[in-house]
């Protein structure tokens, strides 16, 4: 069951992540969007361009209508102005700088068609007089008294040979006797369209391009807090401490509230279960002890045996309450946030008082304590932690080494403004299997000249203490003997130093 859920496991962490997938899809469909939108905007350019050629050749018409109506003097049509006008229009040079476009000839028409739709004047060169133009939209329509226009390929599969034709009729005493067309190619429009299309196309890209670049930044916003919950689960999952993440305000914020407290309620209910678990796996030996020492002194025995079984009782009540009493400090500090009497530490000093604690223990066994500190070794923390941190590593230091060996003592302020502390001792060293395991609750080694062991709290509870100064602690077995805890704090000058 626990392989096909790892299985699982792998096969859900080789998809896609969140950002990924986000990412993605924003982008396909921002490029569907702009791909759609700037082909709108092309073609609705050209409509725009069309309906104002369009405008200004109805003007035109009208215009020239009303200039053919004030030369008539009954319903015929006099063209004969017309004709020279255009022949001098046909003849004439100009050159026009139109933004990009050079504009050097005319290439507006104009045809007059009679009230049967006969064309009478051709602005090109008469070449479509005679002909019957009544079938045409923007003759019939004027005709009929209607807008008249329309527009028509020269070439049926170019789409660019249009022309637009705008027809107004010619009174006479309120009758139509008359139509003029005015016509216009559209492949100017064209080349106006094609040298605006590139300044579009290079406008939606970087447009499209910042959406992208705000949509990849909105991805990133979005998934960062899922990215440190989860660091954070995993985290919590392999056994390290660590601080909660900051998440915000947002749902995510909220989810992540519900996580941490659903964390903290398993945990207490866990620590609970692990810490009776401990407490009677520990007292079980000492209690045993008791027990069977108070049997035989209800029996008949000698003095000395009677003494020395006192003694084993005061003994292992004396273990039984040191192990509670590490216990309560042990739980107690697992579940602080933070320091409470922070103030500056001297390091040298805080060390002698740690020693001094162990005098006794280093004159039996003629300890040699060698020790070397750098300049200003100060720095700031909560002192009786650290002092309970520095006795029972020195403790362990001084139990561990052989009689008339040496422990020494190494403290000064690193690079990093960081203290660092190094205890090395003579000792036997630290076997490659406990090596992960010596901040284990209750787990102990047993020393050498005794071959009894701890309550196994005294390095948990150290580990908590650095944890809570931020700091960390690493221990070695050197060789051939001898075994090096290194502890590094940061350090907190205060203003005046």
Not at 121 to 144: C, I, M, P
Not at 150 to 172: E, F, K, M
Request: include cysteine; aromatic fraction near 8%; proline fraction near 4%.
């Amino acid at each position: 069951m626990m392989k096909v859920k790892e299985k699982e496991l792998r096969q859900q962490g080789r998809g896609l992540k969140l950002r990924t997938r986000i990412m993605l899809i924003f982008i396909t469909l921002v490029g569907i969007g702009f791909y759609f939108l700037v082909g709108f905007v092309l073609d609705n350019l050209r409509l725009r361009y069309l309906e104002s050629v369009e405008e200004v050749l109805v003007d035109q018409t009208n215009i020239l209508a009303t200039i053919l109506q004030s030369e008539m003097t009954d319903e015929r049509i006099p063209v004969d102005n017309f004709r020279k006008a255009f022949e001098y229009v046909a003849g004439r040079t100009f050159s026009s700088q139109i933004y990009q476009f050079t504009k050097t000839d005319v290439d507006q028409m104009v045809y007059i068609a009679d009230a049967k739709g006969i064309i009478i004047f051709d602005s090109n060169r008469g070449a479509e007089e005679g002909k019957d133009y009544s079938q045409w939209r923007d003759v019939a329509y004027t005709l009929r008294g209607q807008y008249g226009a329309r527009a028509t390929r020269l070439n049926p599969n170019d789409p660019n040979s249009s022309i637009l034709y705008i027809a107004a009729p010619i009174y006479w005493k309120e009758k139509i006797v008359g139509v003029v067309t005015v016509s216009k190619p559209t492949r100017n429009i064209n080349l106006f369209i094609e040298s605006a299309r590139p300044q579009i196309l290079i406008a939606g890209a970087v447009v499209g391009l910042s959406v992208i670049f705000l949509g990849i930044a909105l991805s990133m916003w979005v998934t960062q807090p899922i990215q440190r919950l989860t660091r954070y689960a995993r985290a919590v999952r392999d056994g390290k401490s660590v601080k909660f993440p900051k998440l915000g305000g947002s749902e995510m914020g909220e989810m992540g509230s519900a996580f941490e407290e659903m964390r903290e309620a398993l945990e207490g209910k866990k620590y609970v279960e692990q810490y009776i678990q401990h407490l009677t796996h520990e007292l079980k030996s000492p209690l045993s002890a008791i027990s069977g020492a108070a049997e035989i002194l209800e029996e008949e025995i000698p003095q000395e045996k009677r003494q020395q079984f006192v003694k084993n009782i005061q003994t292992e009540s004396q273990r039984m309450r040191l192990i509670v009493e590490r216990m309560l400090q042990l739980s107690s500090l697992e579940v602080r946030r933070g320091l409470h009497q922070v103030e500056e530490i001297d390091c040298q000093d805080i060390l002698q008082r740690a020693l001094s604690n162990l005098n006794l223990t280093i004159q039996e066994k003629e300890i040699q304590i060698k020790q070397e500190f750098g300049a200003r070794c100060h720095f700031q923390g909560e002192r009786f932690l650290i002092e309970q941190v520095l006795i029972n590593v020195l403790q362990n230091a001084i139990e561990f080494s052989p009689v008339g060996g040496y422990v020494s003592i190494h403290a000064s302020i690193n690079e990093q403004d960081e203290l660092e502390l190094c205890i090395k001792d003579e000792g036997p060293g630290i076997p490659d299997y406990a090596i992960d395991r010596i901040f284990e609750k209750f787990y102990s080694l047993p020393r050498p000249s005794s071959g009894r062991k701890s309550s196994g709290l005294g390095l948990s509870f150290v580990y908590e203490v650095i944890r809570l100064h931020h700091g960390k602690i690493h221990v070695e077995s050197l060789k051939p003997v001898g075994t090096q805890v290194t502890i590094r704090i940061p350090v907190y000058f205060s203003p005046t130093d």
